[in-house]
């Protein structure tokens, strides 16, 4: 069966500062995908990021970084120097196939 | 680029009523995928269309049936509607790499958020 877990429910930092959220996965598939998805206030769900299970190099786009390790089944995502704009839920999510599975989310809030 | 695009954006319903949700995929995408994500909820699968054929179904309930048509487009047809069905309703769409069981990222559109009454 594959399952996200999310265990941060909400988070709060100060503006600037990092924050890490954290994703922990299971599957028995050896092939499968990660995704980070944003959803601001408004409620849309902004594609982030997306990694491949053969694929561990670590990614930095900007203020985000993703950290994937196989050995733990983590794909951590970190932002730097958090602004305001960054507020949101943020989900994880496997997909061994055509279905996605998403963890229950992350509220972010970046208090200025 | 273009983006999916669901309408209406809004919608209130009656219990026992019925409602039509449209999606309209990103032009070349194949897939396209319905969720409901409840208050406070992650985004549950519902059920997908590849090529205009039902691909996969996840919980969706009897009272809802869906279709994807000759241009791609889908609709998610809700009946007997009940206060449970209040949600935000997320169309998405992907491209199926040919002879892979892999979708390329799904994509979401803005959601149509339903209230019923």
């Known amino acids: 069966a594959q399952k996200v877990t999310q265990a941060q429910t909400e988070i709060s930092v100060v503006e600037k500062e990092d924050v890490t959220l954290d994703c922990v996965y299971e599957?028995?598939?050896?092939?499968?995908?990660l995704f980070w998805y944003k959803q601001p206030p408004s409620g849309e769900l902004v594609f982030l990021i997306r990694?491949?299970?053969?694929?561990?190099q670590n990614e930095i786009s900007g203020r985000y970084s993703w950290n994937f390790q196989k050995s733990t089944s983590s794909f951590n995502f970190t932002i730097t120097a958090s602004q305001v704009v960054d507020s949101a839920v943020y989900f994880c999510?496997?997909?061994?196939?055509?279905?996605?599975?998403f963890g229950t989310g992350t509220s972010l809030t970046v208090i200025p | 680029a273009a983006g999916v695009i669901q309408s209406p954006r809004h919608l209130i319903k009656e219990k026992r009523e019925t409602a039509t949700l449209k999606c309209y995929p990103i032009?070349?995408?194949?897939?396209v995928y319905w969720y409901q994500q409840g208050p406070g909820q992650d985004p549950q699968f519902l059920i997908s269309f590849y090529e205009k054929m039902q691909s996969d179904k996840g919980s969706i309930p009897d009272r809802f049936s869906a279709q994807q048509f000759s241009d791609y487009h889908s609709e998610l047809n809700m009946s007997s509607l009940e206060l449970g069905d209040s949600a935000l309703y997320f169309c998405?769409?992907?491209?199926?790499?040919?002879?892979?069981?892999?979708?390329?990222?799904?994509?979401f559109g803005p959601g149509t958020r339903l209230t019923v009454l």
């Open positions: 032009p070349r995408h194949d897939t």
């Open positions: 990694r491949n299970s053969f694929d561990e």
């Open positions: 599957t028995r598939d050896t092939t499968y995908y």
């Open positions: 999510a496997l997909s061994t196939g055509n279905q996605f599975y």
């Open positions: 998405a769409s992907s491209s199926r790499t040919s002879g892979s069981r892999f979708s390329d990222t799904q994509y």
